[in-house]
Structures are given as structure tokens and as C-alpha cells.
């Protein structure tokens, strides 16, 4: 999809349209500290960061996002990143889809399009160049999971309702998106939990899948990864969002989404997952000084045999809430987080119960208008009967200092 995209408007570049480039891009440079003897997620351990105890300094991103636009309200989207973290270096892809905005008519209503591969409208948090945030150094578990896990691979229909035209505070929006390649979503969150980090999957890459007993047996067909943007079931997913906004005070958001897998489908070592979930997010200007985040998501995923018995089965839940409070040239944000995942089903070695809570204290300040210093603290508590597979301790305490210069180009 990614050639086609390309190839369509290597051809409309030589219409009579005006063309505008646009060049954006971040370089994320790290010192981190973590617990002794820690072993990322990334590396298939059921660490809950995505860098291990052996991590020093990293290339934690550069991202690099570019925009070709037309007059007539196209515009061509390429968002790549480089990972050098000393854990799962990479170098890819992680967006690129077609987008079409039309003119507001007199009152107020408005289209717009995206065709492509592309994030689902579910962050709060990741709102800056390719998809990072500028509130902290990791996402939340919750953001996080949607970074490594779901990406649209489709087409996305937006209605807008702009207040400003009927002399209104209120703004509206409706989104349907219609996706593909989201058949082993729920794969990583059942194996290896809800984790924190900075690591968005690219398009190109496989995940380490965690080991544990029922691989040997009951799940002898997964293969040692998975494939988290693959197409099994030739089946189409839904994703519906909606969002208020009154003023430049109050934001709630919240969606439905529902990858509508054929649960029963193995295919070269990748099983499909049925997962839907519902979520929502509310940011709040208290003034130009004091903003809260948060958001919540429950929601459930489960894949079976041929013969329509359920091999796992999991309800999984994530709430956050984040402050955030400005001072000249100061940013300070406080964070805490509750997750939890529970196993209904009755596979032998295959415990995928989790719950856990996490606090991420971050600082940073501003060395010009596009350069910062940023630095973080995270604390997790967690409990998962599934370390018991490797020896390690099911109940654990992991923590992680991170020290980063970031530079906005």
C-alpha cells in the first residue's frame, strides 16, 4: 500500500497544482538508568521498559516526518524513525497515507479524508512530530500499546462541525475508520502485559513473543514473533471516534473499536485475535499554566482453535491521569497509572493475568524554541504470575531514570 500511496502522487506532481513541501523531524539523544538485572519486553523478557539494565546512551529517536501539499487540499504523508537503543535497533516506516481536508461551508460543517497506513485517533499524548510527546519522555502504557500494536491500514472518513461559524464555543467531530492488517492485535498485550516506553513498531517489523510453557504444547503453531500490521482473515475492521471541544479549555474524546478477526485462522505461525475495546480522553486547561490528560480503555480479545474452542481469552483495562504545569521556561508533569489484564481461559502455562500501577515524575526545560532538556523518572508495580515461566519474581518493582536532549527541526 505504502508503493501505491507514493506512486499516485508521483503522478499528480506533475498536474498544474501548486505544490508545498513540509519538513519536520526530532532528534531524541538518551542517558537512562534502569533496575538491575531488568530485561526489556523488546527483547522477548517480561520487562516493563522498553530498555534494559545493560542500556546506557541511545539514539532513543529521530524522527522525521514529511508533507507534500497541494492546493486543492491533498496532501501525501511520510513519517519514518530510527531507532540505535542498544535493544531493537530499527530503521523504517512507521505512517504513510493520503489526506483531504475541504473548505468549512457557510455553516460550519466540513470533510476530510485520510487513505493509508496510519495511527488510530486514540492519543492524547503523542500529539508532536512522528507521533512523539512532548509532555514526557515514555508514553503511557495505554499509548504505548497503541504504538506498538495498532496501526489502520484503510481508509478514515472525518465530519467536522466548526463552532466559529454559527457564533458557537462548541466544535465537533465524527470519525469512521475502515482497516485491515490489525488481525494480531491483542497478541503482545496478552503475552508479555502492558509495558512503558518511547518505541513505536515500524511497519516492516516482527515482535519478540515472550516464552512460557503452553508454547511447547497447547500453542506449539505461534511462531517465536509476531507480525503486528499482517492481513489473515481478509476481513475488515471498524474504528468510530467522536470528539467535543468548547473553547481552548475542554477536549472529551472517546471511541469504539472492534478488528472484527475470524479468531479460528493460523496462518504461518500467526494466529488472528478478535479484540475490541471502547475508550475515552478528556483534556482540561485550567489556564495557560495547568493542563490535565487522561484517558481510559477496557476492552477484551481472544483467539480459538479450529474447532471454535477459546486457547486465550483476556479482558484487559488502562487508566491514566496526567498533570501538567508551566513556568517560563520550566515544564514539570506528574503521571499515574492503574492496568490490569485477566485470563479467563483454562490454557495450562499460559497465565496472562497482570495488574500493575506506575508513577513517571518528568522535567524539562527549554534551551530555545526548539530545543530541550528533558529529564524522567518512572516507577512500576506489578504483579504477573507469567515471570514465574523465566524465575523470576512474580511481584516487581522496576524503575527507570532517563536524561534526554531533544531538538525539534
Do not use: C
Request: net charge neutral.
Amino acid at each position: 500500500m505504502v508503493k501505491i500511496i507514493i506512486s499516485t502522487f508521483a503522478l499528480l506532481s506533475t498536474s498544474i497544482f501548486a505544490i508545498e513541501h513540509e519538513f519536520k523531524g526530532l532528534i531524541d539523544a538518551r542517558l537512562i538508568s534502569v533496575s538491575d538485572d531488568n530485561k526489556s519486553y523488546l527483547e522477548g523478557d517480561y520487562g516493563k521498559y522498553n530498555y534494559s539494565a545493560d542500556t546506557d546512551l541511545t539514539l532513543a529517536q529521530l524522527g522525521v516526518q514529511y508533507a507534500l501539499k497541494w492546493e486543492n487540499n491533498l496532501a501525501l504523508h511520510v513519517v519514518g524513525n530510527l531507532y540505535l537503543d542498544g535493544v531493537n535497533n530499527g530503521l523504517g516506516l512507521t505512517e504513510a497515507f493520503i489526506s483531504y481536508k475541504s473548505l468549512p461551508n457557510q455553516n460550519g460543517w466540513r470533510i476530510k479524508s485520510k487513505t493509508g497506513i496510519f495511527y488510530p485517533n486514540i492519543s492524547l499524548e503523542n500529539i508532536a512530530t512522528a507521533w512523539s510527546t512532548p509532555y514526557t519522555l515514555t508514553s503511557s502504557s495505554l499509548n504505548n500499546w497503541v504504538g506498538e500494536e495498532l496501526r489502520h491500514s484503510g481508509v478514515q472518513l472525518s465530519l467536522d462541525k466548526l463552532g466559529k461559524f454559527s457564533k458557537s464555543s462548541h466544535n465537533f467531530s465524527f470519525d469512521l475508520a475502515l482497516f485491515q492488517n490489525n488481525d494480531t492485535t491483542g497478541a503482545m498485550l496478552s503475552w508479555h502485559g502492558w509495558t512503558i516506553g518511547n518505541r513505536q513498531t515500524l511497519l516492516h517489523e516482527k515482535l519478540v513473543v515472550q516464552p512460557f510453557a503452553a508454547r511447547e504444547e497447547t500453542l506449539s503453531a505461534q511462531a517465536d514473533n509476531s507480525d503486528p500490521f499482517i492481513e489473515l482473515d481478509n476481513r475488515w475492521g471498524a474504528h468510530f471516534t467522536s470528539s467535543w471541544k468548547y473553547h481552548n479549555y475542554l477536549t472529551v474524546s472517546g471511541g469504539i473499536y472492534d478488528n472484527n478477526a475470524d479468531a479460528s485462522i493460523v496462518k504461518s505461525g500467526q494466529y488472528t485475535w478478535d479484540t475490541k475495546f471502547k475508550h475515552i480522553g478528556i483534556k482540561y486547561n485550567f489556564n495557560k499554566r495547568i493542563q490535565l490528560i487522561s484517558q481510559y480503555m477496557a476492552g477484551s480479545t481472544f483467539m480459538q482453535s479450529p474447532y471454535g474452542d477459546k486457547v486465550v481469552e483476556n479482558d484487559f483495562s488502562n487508566g491514566f491521569i496526567m498533570l501538567r504545569y508551566l513556568q517560563n521556561k520550566n515544564q514539570y508533569a506528574l503521571r499515574a497509572e492503574e492496568f490490569s489484564v485477566t485470563d479467563f481461559d483454562s490454557t495450562v502455562g499460559d497465565n496472562n493475568n497482570e495488574y500493575g500501577k506506575s508513577i513517571t515524575l518528568s522535567y524539562r526545560y527549554r534551551l530555545s524554541k526548539r530545543s530541550f532538556i528533558h529529564t524522567e523518572y518512572n516507577w512500576i508495580n506489578s504483579s504477573r504470575p507469567a515471570r514465574w515461566y523465566l524465575k523470576q519474581d512474580i511481584d516487581l518493582i522496576e524503575q527507570q531514570v532517563q536524561l534526554a536532549f531533544r531538538h525539534y527541526f
